[in-house]
Nanobody, 117 residues
Framework: QVQLVESGGGLVQPGGSLRLSCVAS????????MGWYRQAPGKQRELVAR???????NYAYAVKGRFTISRDNAKNTVYLQMNSLRPEDTAVYYC???????????WGQGTQVTVSS
């Protein structure tokens, strides 16, 4: 069973930056599609960004140019660098992992990101 542990959330002012980290257990990390999703109150969970084992990436339109996903296979860690944060980025952010990008098999517990002045 893969365990995912997120960190790095918090309260930030509009225009600020945060970096989320997600550490995964297990030996399959380098082969997994790793993703970041978010869920705001009253809304469905949505994809923010994903990164494939080879390094290619996908981003939601709302975060393109502001967020960057990356991975360090030696550390079993995936990152989400979030710049130019907006109030509408406020949500619980979840790390995901799995062999397929369609339906991740594993989820972290989530980390709260709040963008407010």
């Amino acid at each position: 069973q893969v365990q995912l542990v997120e960190s790095g959330g918090g309260l930030v002012q509009p225009g600020g930056s945060l970096r989320l980290s997600c550490v995964a257990s297990g030996s399959m990390f380098s082969t997994y599609v790793m993703g970041w999703y978010r869920q705001a109150p009253g809304k469905q969970r949505e994809l923010v960004a994903r990164i494939f084992g080879g390094g290619s990436t996908n981003y939601a339109y709302a975060v393109k140019g502001r967020f960057t996903i990356s991975r360090d296979n030696a550390k079993n860690t995936v990152y989400l660098q979030m710049n130019s944060l907006r109030p509408e980025d406020t949500a619980v952010y979840y790390c995901s992992a799995g062999p397929s990008y369609i339906n991740p098999d594993h989820w972290g517990q989530g980390t709260q990101v709040t963008v407010s002045s």
